[in-house]
């Protein structure tokens, strides 16, 4: 499977972004997808996951609350809608597929190029 994400831009701090994650070529509904972020100087950190049928999601800590994870396996898309953003959420996020729901990057075969999500204060 082929992946895309976009829906990356600028925004004051407090506003909201949905990131978009187009799939082709194979069985969308056959990946968990989850989301990524990497920020300037730091690792690759794991932000959000859903399921393949997308009725269980996982969240990292420092987004709870504000981010929701979504999927539309008929449209083979995948969604994170982010709100009341913050600075520290600066970073290039990246969509990921991978045969179960993980937090830990390596366990996904698949990714996007990534989109840059800049939070201004």
């Known amino acids: 499977v082929q992946l895309q994400a976009s829906g990356g831009g600028l925004v004051q701090a407090g506003g909201s972004l949905r990131l978009t994650c187009a799939a082709s070529?194979?069985?969308?509904?056959?990946?968990?997808i989850a989301w990524f972020r990497q920020a300037p100087g730091k690792e690759r950190e794991f932000v959000a996951v859903i399921n393949r049928s997308g009725d269980a999601t996982n969240y990292a800590a420092s987004v709870k609350g504000r981010f929701t994870i979504s999927r539309d396996n008929a449209e083979v898309t995948g969604y994170l809608q982010m709100n009341s953003l913050e600075p520290e959420d600066t970073a290039v996020y990246y969509c990921a597929a991978g045969a179960q729901p993980s937090s830990a990057w390596s366990w996904y075969t698949y990714w996007g190029q990534g989109t840059l999500v800049t939070v201004s204060s």
């Open positions: 070529e194979g069985p969308f509904s056959n990946y968990a």
